[in-house]
């Protein structure tokens, strides 16, 4: 049977007593595309639910009592990795933190070996955060643990898209028909890879603006408006996402300078005077001041960028909540290990 | 030894460099073949072969480019692994890079790696020379010295030489040895960092690109240069579109430049990277569908001169990593043949004819080796394809030390059935009904290679030096 949104219909403390039938039929979360929009529905109807969690003066539910949790970041976060942290707290489940810094991956280590012992510990989850793009997918190949993609290289970060959505569909009500202009650093954000496909499967009309160094190939095909200039993409859009521009991950020069940048693409409150009268302002964080946004902006009325962090937990409660469901309902044993084959992952 | 005469009767002859397509007979004496033709008369003592029922008798396979890793990465491939894999690959001769440690830049190691090919007593191995010396592309390599010591060609393998004025005169002194330079086409500062070929399955990936123009650009460098001195240029692994209209482009007005093309090229795209398979991680990478078009279109128009596998064995730790810090490369002698029958031949691109000469004749001649052709006089150098048998790729059979392939598990039609080298049979296919006929001189049945049919160790069934 096709999950539903029911849980946003019960009671507020439901997520306590739920027992079944919500489940989403992946075992792992790498991208967007692992997930039909009926999940990406559930998944926000859920998060709903466990925003009210977060409201109580006892902020936790037994939910994933029992559940050993590992945050597994190779890259530093400080958002993303509270984030989950809290979520799983709230949740009741036993976490761990390994920070790369910290782990035997400074002693040379290798990704496959690390990812081997901690299954060997047999961990239910790993929220894993890593700089190359498909890490996931290889941990999902070595580990029997639900494994949830809290950000890999250039390629995804899945439950920021989810956040996200939410907290549009907050604000806006709903996605079907929304302007949605995602600006700056295309090229290497993942959190655009994760929008691009989750805000088209929910109906957004998504307009990609950057500088033509900064932008992916072919995204007409992808069914994304291109522009490169940014009082096309602000003119009438109900809601403007900001990227980071990630200047740790170019080699070599993509624009002149910073300045150059800030004064091309940068969000002024000018600039956001062309869009909708109630358009929002959304940043994934961290943010660099002055460079795709301006202070003015980041801190005025529009912005819904604290709005984001908050969602976070509760979006986040609702993808560890629901994917344990999905581990349970799921067969035991993972997948091969001898390399030479067994790259095609079970169920798809 | 092999003073015996031995005559293959029966089977489907094709032999580009002669011209000859039908029902012959080959007659082998002293390794050599004698006479080819229909209904041969022979003395009794002859050893007399049938040739099984819908075989191709065709020259030997030759395999010009190809990485046995010996010396220096011994747990990857030896030349003796390498050539086991070549023979049950139907390959009887193979040529192998320099990139070894050290590089193959001076006459100890290629008389190194000579011993090593005529210990195993397998395939034929025949060594390609660095151009510049430990391939940093500062001075040239001692390329006479290489020349004397056996080798065929040189290269730098993996690395473009990318000094114009260094490329310029390699070709005129590896011209004037009378070798041609191979060379590895990629403007590097268009490729820093690059994993994955630069298009719209890279880009949803995360993957850094590597475009295609970075091909074209250092083999239109290299078509010029060629047409500058007059010397002979090769480019390997020709991976883009753009590439092919250089080359075309350069046959046109008389440069002497040829090409080559792995049948992974030929028959796989980038799509194949939305899993992460570092086993489709390589340099060249895998390009778009308008790419492997054209490509299949140049086999074609002879615009391509040969089939070669860039065979790269690769461990299993160098592989089981995150994409972007997986090795590059795949191994592909046991799978070439049959990749290029069922998606060349069966798939109507390329006759039965024209494949054998793009991995026959067409290497030979740009290598400058004997064989690539049954006529009299040649060495009994002799691939037997089984065009119709079905072969189910399984890595873990392969003699090659390497299990690194994009083609595990593919249901192929068309295989390899025997290989002789030097009229002496050094891989028989035991799934193929009539084929011990071929015998072994050591009298041990081989392992089915590329098909999984043979249980036990897959080495086991290696044939042994006579």
Not at chain 1, 266 to 289: I, K, S
Not at chain 2, 97 to 106: G, I, K, S, V
């Amino acid at each position: 049977m096709a999950p539903t949104a029911e849980p946003s219909r019960r009671a507020p403390d439901s997520p306590l007593g739920l027992d079944a039938p919500v489940r989403l039929r992946t075992k792992d979360l790498l991208s967007i595309g692992d997930l039909s929009p009926d999940e990406i529905l559930l998944i926000l109807d859920t998060a709903e639910a466990m925003k009210e969690v977060g409201t109580r003066s006892i902020k936790k539910v037994p939910a994933l009592r029992g559940h050993t949790v590992v945050n597994l970041f190779f890259e530093p976060s400080t958002r993303t990795r509270t984030s989950f942290e809290i979520a799983e707290k709230r949740l009741s489940a036993d976490t761990v933190n390994v920070a790369a810094s910290g782990s035997s991956v400074s002693k040379g280590e290798t990704l496959a070996d690390t990812l081997r012992n901690l299954e060997a510990m047999s961990p239910d989850m790993i929220v894993l955060r890593h700089a190359s793009a498909g890490a996931g997918h290889l941990a999902a190949r070595l580990c029997g643990a639900c494994i949830i993609n809290a950000g890999d290289g250039m390629h995804e970060h899945p439950t920021q898209a989810l956040v996200d959505a939410f907290t549009i569909r907050e604000r806006k009500g709903g996605l079907a028909g929304l302007r949605v202009s995602i600006i700056g650093d295309l090229l290497h954000s993942r959190v655009f890879r994760s929008n691009l496909r989750l805000l088209r499967v929910l109906g957004a009309q998504v307009c990609a603006c950057g500088p033509a160094t900064l932008m992916l190939p072919d995204m007409e095909r992808l069914g994304v408006r291109a522009t490169t200039s940014v009082d096309d993409a602000v003119a009438g859009a109900d809601v403007i996402m900001l990227l980071r521009v990630q200047l740790e991950r170019m080699r070599g020069h993509f624009f002149p300078s910073r300045r150059e940048y800030f004064q091309r693409f940068g969000m002024t409150m000018a600039r956001l005077r062309r869009a909708a009268p109630d358009a929002v302002v959304m940043h994934p964080g961290p943010m660099n001041r002055g460079v795709e946004i301006a202070s003015e902006v980041a801190d005025g009325s529009r912005s819904v960028i604290l709005e984001q962090v908050a969602n976070g937990v509760a979006v986040r409660m609702a993808v560890l909540y629901l994917l344990a469901g999905s581990r349970r309902g799921a067969a035991p044993g993972g997948p091969a290990l001898d390399g030479g084959s067994g790259w095609d992952r079970a169920g798809e | 030894m092999s003073e015996r005469t031995t005559i293959l009767r029966g089977g489907r002859v094709v032999d580009p460099a002669s011209g000859r397509d039908g029902v012959a007979d080959v007659l082998i004496r002293d390794g050599r073949v004698v006479r080819v033709g229909p209904g041969l008369e022979v003395e009794s003592e002859a050893a007399v072969i049938d040739v099984p029922g819908g075989c191709v008798v065709c020259p030997g396979f030759v395999d010009m480019h190809a990485h046995l890793r010996e010396p220096g990465a011994e747990h990857k491939e030896t030349v003796a692994t390498g050539a086991a894999a070549a023979v049950a690959g139907g390959f009887t001769a193979v040529a192998c890079m320099p990139d070894t440690e050290p590089a193959n830049d001076e006459a100890g190691v290629t008389g190194l790696i000579l011993a090593r090919a005529a210990e195993a007593g397998l395939a034929r191995v025949y060594p390609i020379g660095a151009v510049t010396r430990g391939r940093a592309g500062r001075q040239l390599a001692a390329i006479g010295e290489l020349r004397d010591a056996g080798c065929v060609a040189v290269s730098d393998a993996g690395r473009p030489v990318a000094d114009a004025i260094l490329m310029r005169r390699a070709l005129e002194y590896a011209a004037m040895c009378g070798m041609p330079v191979i060379d590895h086409c990629e403007e590097t500062a268009l490729t820093v960092d690059g994993v994955a070929h630069e298009g719209g399955a890279a880009a949803l990936l995360g993957l850094r690109g590597m475009p295609a123009a970075a091909e074209e650009i250092h083999a239109g460098r290299d078509v010029a240069l060629s047409g500058l001195t007059g010397a002979p240029v090769h480019l390997a692994h020709v991976s883009a579109r753009g590439t092919l209209r250089v080359v075309r482009s350069g046959k046109a007005r008389g440069v002497p430049v040829t090409c080559e093309v792995t049948p992974h090229h030929l028959t796989l795209t980038d799509e194949r990277l939305a899993e992460y398979d570092t086993n489709c991680k390589m340099n060249p990478p895998l390009r778009g569908a308008a790419d492997v078009e054209a490509l299949v279109d140049g086999l074609a128009d002879g615009t391509i001169d040969c089939v070669a596998t860039d065979h790269a064995p690769r461990h299993v730790d160098e592989k089981l990593a995150e994409f972007d810090r997986a090795a590059f490369g795949v191994v592909g002698l046991e799978t070439a043949v049959s990749v290029c029958l069922d998606r060349l031949v069966h798939a109507g691109h390329v006759s039965l004819s024209r494949l054998v000469g793009l991995l026959s004749a067409n290497p030979a001649r740009i290598l400058g080796v004997e064989g690539g052709a049954l006529t009299e006089g040649a060495p009994a150098d002799i691939t037997v394809l089984a065009p119709d048998l079905p072969v189910t790729v399984d890595a873990r059979g392969f003699r090659s030390l390497a299990r690194n392939t994009p083609f595990d598990g593919w249901s192929l039609r068309g295989g390899v059935a025997a290989t002789m080298v030097g009229g002496r049979t050094v891989y028989v296919n035991a799934s193929v009904r009539g084929a011990d006929a071929f015998g072994l001189a050591s009298g041990r049945a081989a392992a089915g290679g590329a098909d999984a049919a043979a249980g036990g160790d897959p080495r086991a069934g290696a044939p042994t030096r006579v």
